[in-house]
């Protein structure tokens, strides 16, 4: 049995085409569970979920909005499949999603996949991460909208750090992980999510990674793993773009210091 844990948060429209991808697996229904965990949300989230009732084994969980992580947790807790995945509430999935991980977990403790963007667009260079090549390797990251991960390995480690309600819950724990585990890359486990929606999308991202970021530094981290990554999607773009991409990238910058520096203890 694999679950799927979704945690969500006032995303109802995305929430709906994500679980209406999740129905066009190739994969046996009775085979996966989909756990929803709203976090609070105040849209129509419930009444979205209630729509896949009948093609897909679904839980719903309702939280107080205390984060990403804490959501996770809950779907960990209440699920019960073997094998736990995860996935974004906007994001879509290939076909052949779920058979790839089934496959490739019977091998391995943790994978993470690629990620393709749902529309071409400028968000795409931002996220290096994202693309690892077309063959599998040891990943420095954990994508932790397209990963899987065995619960025997939540059993040893623990659960995601909930000080991190939004922004390197994966890297912290990766740094538990790496101990014991490696955290191995498969290209055919695809998604296709957008890094980002706008710039002001872009920018509050930037800025609660720094709030994080420096979270994460008071307990001893000293950089993301994803810098391990360098970016050679910008590599054949013309002056104009690769110029306008450094701007928004200091830009951003700017805004990861400002969370930085804001963070307090």
């Known amino acids: 049995m694999l679950s799927v844990i979704i945690p969500t948060y006032n995303r109802a429209a995305y929430l709906d085409k994500s ?12 085979d996966f569970e989909v756990v929803i965990v709203d976090d609070g949300s105040k849209d129509e ?3 979205i979920t209630s729509k896949f009732k009948n093609d ?37 999935v290939a076909e052949n999603w779920l058979e790839s991980i089934s496959r490739i977990m019977v091998s391995e403790d943790i994978i993470t996949g690629k990620v393709k963007p749902i529309k071409s667009n400028i968000w795409q260079y931002f996220a290096p991460h994202y693309n690892q090549g077309d063959k599998p390797k040891e990943s420095p990251v954990l994508l932790e909208g397209n990963c899987a991960i ?41 998604i296709y999510h957008d890094y980002a ?3 002001l ?10 709030q994080k970021k420096a979270y994460l530094e008071s307990r001893g981290f000293k950089r993301a793993s994803s810098h391990q990554i360098k970016n050679h999607q910008i590599d054949n773009l013309n002056f104009v773009k690769k110029i306008t991409i450094k701007i928004i990238a200091r830009l951003g910058a700017m805004f990861h210091f400002w969370g930085h520096f804001s963070y307090k203890k």
């Open 19 to 30: 679980l209406s991808s999740l129905t066009k697996q190739n994969y046996p229904k009775d």
């Open 45 to 47: 989230t419930a009444k």
């Open 150 to 190: 065995k619960r025997k390995v939540f059993s040893k480690i623990g659960l995601f750090d909930e000080n991190l309600d939004y922004g390197h819950e994966g890297e912290e724990f990766i740094y538990r992980v790496g101990k014991n585990y490696k955290i191995m890359y498969y290209p055919e486990v695809i």
């Open 56 to 92: 897909l084994n679904l839980k719903y969980f309702r939280e107080n909005h205390l984060g990403v992580s804490h959501a996770r947790n809950v779907g960990i807790r209440k699920s019960i499949g073997e094998v736990v995945v995860f996935f974004d509430d906007d994001a879509l």
């Open 201 to 210: 999308n872009y920018f509050q991202k930037q800025k609660k990674f720094g």
């Open 197 to 199: 929606k706008s710039f």
